[in-house]
């Protein structure tokens, strides 16, 4: 076990306002090295008593069939969000609340939804997957059938190209927690059998260059996909987190294209219609399309952005008095794995590099972490994430600035917390 | 993309009884490459028909706080093992469904449980973690306090040592799903603060070898650690899956020592007390002790051994006709990674190794697959694992052979599933 003492160097500053060594505290540099630390000490521990609380005394319950939270994490729950309740009829959404979790799995019934007409109650024993159009044999898959396919295993986060979107358009910004701001992101594993499987026994024609997927709600959304990108990782989804997918996240099955906006990933998806060129639907062209400066539209975005958000500490936090804390928050992109997440305490006048938390998986959310002497001044938190392809995050002057002020769609600039002298966290545009 | 004409050799046959290679179904084989497996064709899919179901025509449910499982799958629950409804008060287990499960983590809803006093409701404002005895300063943590410390976050399993006991002890195999047999086991994504930094806050003195872990249940159930393993990749768990800890899993904290005995991992964790020798606690001595064959016994077996579980198909299910399916199972070691799973359909005759997905993480289940032709005859299925250190599961002749036949501890022979020429999947002993 390494102590700060066999390693001076961990207990550098690494940038302004606070920001330390990110190898500091998990080499044990807090304690061994704990009087060299100055105004970086842990929250004092008090010493050792014992008491024996009543719920020790007494049998607990017995075991069941299926778990919940405690009574006391009964505030943990997504946030609905009001705004949009009369955009058509059943039209919600809810956000998981990044603030509240730590890791990178995001369990089911915190998984973010929005859905354009409510979320259907589908009997799965009748529920049917068609693949027609230009295919050499139309064919129609229910569940028994599908669950003899083989199937692949991997961690994908899902985020609407809607997310964040009161940073994108509010003249100010709005004061809410990760959850309104930017719940829209979930990250959970998903099973299910790989789309070539499928679309190679349909045998798709040369000509059918994309796919129209549908689902089996009220609205039947439906997106135009390439069918190079069905074929490259492409899944019919079909379970979440080890156990069937859930309802609002499209029971029984649902399209699962790693890295695209969240509506192009069909649930209760139905059909594959295989054609010659994108149906412009009205989900693509009226709904999903951003507007530029110029005027004109983007047609078609699918790949989100590379991204990333402080969750410890974010706006409607305080914080608990000064001295050492854990940075921690999410960082993803839908091209590809993250390479580098940068933290600024002095709003952007210096950057430290944030330790990532192993495994870094391709189009998955991953953790950030760094270690932080606030000093209980006034700072201003900033992070920024750099994807395997280079792509960093935009700053908002710079994001506002390519589209028409309209656009609430791919919002993916830099997000800053304002800590005040008394220890409020705020959301700023910086 | 790849077909199987390219390929030919992806048609091999590559052990007995119907086993194929396993890239056969990932490569498109099916399709491209269909008349060539006699036999061995996907279930027919029917040819495309359209009918707009009565869940397409209306509105659906709107977004909700916290999420639930379909009600199609309200069947899908931990199993009640009943037959230890009166050792004590309270105690009482339940086991994962792996039978109804895919992927590899454990949705928190279904983790197994094993309380030796029940569940306790443990208030987290009062819930307390004192770290005492042979140590520079004794201290006590809130959850407040703990919130500020550093995290880490990983996937591990956690399984009973008691798991697949009844394999162990029943003279007849008991024929019942994953749950009763193997449901003492599950794998889900843990963060929190690694112990060495409070440990080395708390400033273990050299004579300090030992730490007695103490639950604030009821029983108080408290096991001795050796200090080395806690420095080494001990965690005080707080989140799951992303979450709070549930309360079956020990709200607000745990302890979590990747790859060691479930037991051990305290739960409502209330005391770390530093001695210089085990504390040959009731539960460490009376309950979690194996005996040998020569009537001595083993103290103290910490790490589970190399095992793995074929849950598609397994026993309580039927086979839906002959022709294709895909094996899919799970495979552990407490000793690190797995290394290799291998399966046979002729009862041992013949092996092929299977599919591992990837990430193949330390301590943490991993999913394995390989195609399977069935050929509508009887067959023995049986999955054998190998771990990074080359252990190897040993058969359940020479694991019976080892112990007392009373001891039902640490059981990680060989599982062999009958499939009877009407399809159906038992429990055999072979």
Not at 241 to 263: A, D, V
Not at 367 to 379: D, H, I, K, Y
Request: charged content about 20%; overall charge negative; some cysteine.
């Amino acid at each position: 076990m390494k102590r700060a003492t066999d390693h001076p160097s961990v207990l550098d500053h690494v940038a302004g306002g606070g920001l330390l060594n990110r190898r500091l505290l998990l080499q044990g540099a807090v304690a061994g090295g704990g009087a060299a630390l100055a105004g970086a000490t842990m929250p004092r521990a008090a010493r050792a008593q014992g008491a024996i609380p009543e719920w020790a005394t007494v049998a607990g319950e017995r075991a069941r069939g299926y778990g919940m939270p405690a009574e006391a994490e009964a505030h943990v729950q997504r946030a609905i969000l009001e705004p949009f309740a009369d955009v058509a009829p059943q039209f919600s959404l809810s956000g998981t609340p990044h603030h509240r979790l730590r890791g990178t799995i995001t369990p089911n019934g915190l998984h973010f939804e929005v859905h354009h007409g409510g979320r259907p109650n589908i009997d799965p024993e009748r529920h049917r997957l068609m693949i027609h159009g230009l295919v050499e044999r139309p064919l129609q898959f229910d569940l028994g059938a599908l669950e003899r396919y083989p199937m692949v295993t991997a961690t994908h986060f899902l985020e609407c190209s809607g997310n964040s979107l009161f940073n994108a358009i509010m003249p100010d910004p709005m004061q809410a927690g990760c959850d309104l701001l930017h719940g829209l992101l979930s990250n959970t594993e998903w099973t299910g059998i790989p789309m070539n499987v499928l679309l190679d026994e349909a045998g798709v024609k040369p000509e059918g260059r994309w796919l129209v997927a549908t689902g089996g709600d009220g609205p039947s959304l439906a997106r135009s996909i390439p069918v190079e990108k069905l074929m490259e990782d492409g899944m019919l989804a079909l379970y979440q987190n080890g156990e069937r997918i859930r309802p609002e996240q499209g029971y029984p099955m649902r399209l699962l294209l790693p890295g695209f906006e969240g509506n192009m990933n069909v649930k209760w998806l139905t059909s594959l219609w295989a054609t010659d060129a994108p149906a412009h639907t009205k989900h693509e062209s009226g709904e999903y399309t951003e507007i530029l400066a110029d005027g004109s539209s983007v047609k078609f975005t699918f790949a989100m952005g590379v991204k990333s958000v402080i969750t410890h500490p974010s706006a409607t936090m305080t914080m608990s008095g000064s001295g050492l804390y854990e940075l921690s928050g999410i960082a993803w992109s839908g091209a590809g794995p993250i390479r580098k997440v940068e933290v600024s305490a002095d709003g952007g006048a210096s950057w430290a590099e944030a330790e990532l938390q192993g495994p870094v998986l391709p189009r998955a959310l991953t953790r950030f972490r760094l270690p932080w002497a606030w000093e209980g001044a006034p700072s201003l938190l900033m992070s920024r994430a750099e994807d395997a392809t280079g792509a960093v995050q935009p700053t908002r002057e710079a994001w506002k600035a390519r589209y028409d002020a309209s656009n609430f769609l791919h919002y993916n600039a830099i997000q800053a917390w304002q800590i005040t002298a008394n220890g409020e966290v705020q959301n700023v545009y910086a």
